[in-house]
């Protein structure tokens, strides 16, 4: 199974500032990374999908890169509605895997 | 509007069988694969099971292989996932959700596995 590990597990950053959140799989996972968002008491909504495409109605604040095993989830500017648990998925191969998510609140 | 209910959580006791079902609505049904997605209490999120729009295949971590299987009725426009030899560890909220990558959670419905 491909494992995929999160960092950091926790993060407080300031309104406006640049985040920067890291999902990091065990092998090639050819950019089959999608990135979710959850917040507290609620269902996880996608923001991305294929490590940098912007899902429907997502605001263009968020925006994914990487390729190989490191991926990474960009925030350019941190809003107050951002606070939640982010946590990336590899669909390369089966089974899917969930990294475990970091927790991002404001400062 | 998409919309997914996923029903038929509740208590159970380990050892014994539990059926959910999500019925879909706002989009067609047999034109997408569906999955089921769990979260234990305070916990990460686990994929559990996914089945091709035509219901002829259908994908299952190692987990659950074995004891759940999922499935659906196009007609009804309705996915199922059927649990048996429940266990402790299968406690969490289950998900129903739309397609890979998946763009439509439902609001999940809470299995717990205690004697």
């Known amino acids: 199974d491909i494992q995929m590990t999160q960092s950091p597990s926790f993060l407080s950053a300031s309104v406006g500032e640049r985040v920067t959140l890291s999902c990091k799989a065990s092998?090639?996972?050819?950019?089959?990374l999608d990135w979710y968002q959850q917040k507290l008491g609620e269902a996880p909504k996608l923001l991305i999908y294929?490590?940098?495409n912007l899902h429907t109605g997502i605001p263009s604040r968020f925006s994914g890169s990487g390729s190989g095993t490191d991926y990474t989830l960009t925030i350019s500017s941190l809003q107050p509605e951002d606070v939640a648990t982010y946590f990336c998925?590899?669909?390369?191969?089966?089974?899917?895997?969930f990294g475990s998510g970091t927790k991002l609140e404001i400062k | 509007e998409v919309q997914l209910v996923e029903t038929g959580g509740g208590l159970v006791q380990p050892g014994r069988s539990l059926k959910l079902s999500c019925v879909a609505s706002?989009?067609?049904?047999?034109?997408?694969?569906m999955s089921w997605t769990r979260q234990a209490p305070g916990k990460g999120l686990e994929w559990v099971a996914s089945?091709?729009?035509?219901?002829?295949?259908?994908y299952y971590p190692d987990s659950v292989k074995g004891r759940f299987t999922i499935s659906r009725d196009n007609a009804q426009n309705t996915l199922y996932l059927q649990m048996n030899s429940l266990r402790s560890e299968d406690t969490a909220t289950y998900y129903c959700?739309?397609?890979?990558?998946?763009?439509?959670w439902g609001q999940g419905v809470m299995v717990t596995v205690s004697s």
């Open positions: 959700t739309r397609e890979l990558p998946t763009d439509y």
């Open positions: 706002g989009f067609t049904f047999n034109n997408y694969w």
């Open positions: 089945i091709t729009n035509s219901g002829g295949s259908t």
């Open positions: 092998q090639n996972i050819n950019k089959y």
């Open positions: 294929n490590t940098n």
């Open positions: 998925l590899q669909r390369n191969s089966w089974p899917l895997t």
